[in-house]
């Protein structure tokens, strides 16, 4: 059963995975490319296969070549994926949320394990697979519940001159030029020392910010470009990990 809004659809789970998300956004006059159900599909084949090949291999065989994880310090993902066990983060895994950007080139998906939450920041491919390039994960002192929904939450389209309409577009491999972002995001208030940077999706309605704080401490922040402003949608944050 899938609910549907302009920007807000639902997925009971386990996903029943909708067809593209292609309403029109009548307010800039762009058709969104950006399909949040996508990204619970790419969860649940990442979910199949640490199943059946197991956590280090799942996440290495999806993750892109310049993917990152959130340790006690910003780290190749697989440079640790041969060090360390993952399958811990596989441990009663259930996705609660993903956000797309409009012109899906990336994406954002969350949701609890048995030992806190975790977060995978997507970006889509040339060929048109997504690509895990930053995951986190954290303690909760209280886990809630399983998510009986999936809710999916698409980006407005930002306002662009017509003449980019075509100069670029994922569905044939062309990549789209970036340009500035539709609007300005909080500043980083991390101390001095930290190690926080920033990414986005093309078309920047979808902007990432992962932190390191010097004594290890980490902290993931996504905004969304909805109603004329970059919302925030997501704020977690997690003491240092054994290294």
């Given at each position: 059963m899938i609910r549907f809004a302009r920007r807000v659809f639902c997925l009971l789970a386990p996903a029943l995975i909708a067809g593209p998300a292609l309403a029109q956004s009548s307010r800039q006059g762009l058709t969104p490319l950006g399909n949040p159900s996508a990204l619970v599909e790419v969860e649940s084949a990442l979910a199949h296969l640490a199943r059946d090949k197991g956590a280090g291999a799942a996440l290495a065989a999806t993750a892109d070549d310049t993917a990152e994880l959130l340790t006690p310090a910003r780290t190749p993902a697989r440079a640790w994926l041969?060090?360390?066990?993952?399958?811990?983060?596989?441990?009663?895994?259930?996705?609660?949320?993903?956000?797309?950007?409009?012109?899906?080139?990336?994406?954002?998906?969350?949701?609890?394990?048995?030992?806190?939450?975790?977060?995978?920041?997507?970006?889509?491919?040339?060929?048109?697979?997504?690509?895990?390039?930053?995951?986190?994960?954290?303690?909760?002192?209280?886990?809630?519940?399983?998510?009986?929904?999936?809710?999916?939450?698409?980006?407005?389209?930002?306002?662009?001159?017509?003449?980019?309409?075509?100069?670029?577009?994922?569905?044939?491999?062309?990549?789209?030029?970036?340009?500035?972002?539709?609007?300005?995001?909080?500043?980083?208030?991390?101390?001095?020392?930290?190690?926080?940077?920033?990414?986005?999706?093309?078309?920047?309605?979808?902007?990432?910010?992962?932190?390191?704080?010097?004594?290890?401490?980490?902290?993931?922040?996504?905004?969304?470009?909805?109603d004329g402003a970059m919302h925030g949608v997501l704020d977690r944050a997690g003491p240092a990990m054994a290294g």
């Open positions: 041969k060090a360390h066990d993952a399958s811990a983060w596989f441990d009663a895994r259930q996705t609660a949320t993903t956000w797309a950007s409009c012109d899906g080139t990336a994406g954002v998906s969350a949701g609890i394990w048995r030992g806190g939450w975790f977060a995978t920041v997507w970006k889509r491919q040339k060929k048109l697979d997504f690509r895990w390039v930053l995951a986190d994960a954290g303690p909760l002192a209280v886990i809630p519940p399983a998510p009986d929904w999936i809710t999916g939450k698409l980006a407005d389209c930002p306002p662009r001159p017509a003449a980019e309409e075509d100069a670029g577009d994922h569905r044939r491999g062309v990549p789209t030029p970036l340009r500035p972002l539709p609007g300005a995001l909080p500043p980083s208030d991390a101390p001095a020392g930290a190690d926080s940077r920033d990414g986005r999706s093309d078309d920047g309605s979808l902007v990432w910010r992962g932190t390191v704080l010097p004594g290890g401490a980490h902290r993931l922040q996504v905004w969304i470009w909805q």
